[in-house]
């Protein structure tokens, strides 16, 4: 039986856009990994905005390898979206407005009382990872082995 990719596109869509929070993993200028969570925003091409300080880890590996792996999990019905990338500091005003509007819109929705962001005592600025590469991971799906279980998600 022959996978609906349209079908399969529009679930992992959902499912990105369904949470916002998701693990970001870098690598240093040294070669050291890196990963940390990260509260995100995503557009219908499964592009990643998320908010960071300014001379972070994140942002530092960003600087010295844009190459980035993106995932979101869940545990009560085990599915993952796993998106590698490359990242990069938006500095386009016209860019970065929407995507700040809708950051701190997710973040006050999560928790009124607990936005991390204004905690944090740096200049803050909003990271974009733009996909070259995306997977849909169902383990709840029907059948047994890779090719019930794992989709690759053409990227535009």
């Known amino acids: 039986m022959e996978?609906?990719?349209?079908?399969?596109?529009?679930?992992?869509?959902?499912?990105?856009?369904?949470?916002?929070?998701?693990v970001i993993a870098t690598v240093s200028s040294e070669g050291d990994p890196h990963a940390s969570v990260v509260y995100y925003v995503a557009d219908d091409s499964f592009n990643i905005y998320f908010l960071t300080k300014l001379g972070s880890r994140k942002y530092t590996a960003i600087q010295a390898h844009?190459?980035?792996?993106?995932?979101?999990?869940?545990?009560?019905?085990p599915q993952t979206l796993?998106?590698?990338?490359?990242?990069?500091?938006?500095?386009n005003e016209d860019e970065k407005r929407p995507h700040v509007a809708e950051l701190m819109d997710t973040l006050a929705k999560n928790n009124?009382?607990?936005i991390p962001i204004a905690k944090m005592d740096s200049e803050v600025v909003i990271m974009w990872i733009q996909p070259k590469w995306i997977r849909w991971a169902d383990f709840s799906a029907h059948g047994i082995g890779n090719e019930a279980m794992f989709t690759e998600i053409p990227v535009n």
Do not use: M, S
């Open 112 to 114: 009124p009382l607990y």
């Open 66 to 77: 844009p190459a980035a792996a993106f995932t979101v999990g869940r545990q009560d019905v």
């Open 3 to 22: 996978k609906d990719i349209t079908a399969l596109r529009a679930t992992a869509l959902d499912f990105l856009k369904g949470h916002n929070a998701g």
């Open 82 to 91: 796993q998106i590698e990338g490359v990242a990069v500091e938006l500095t």
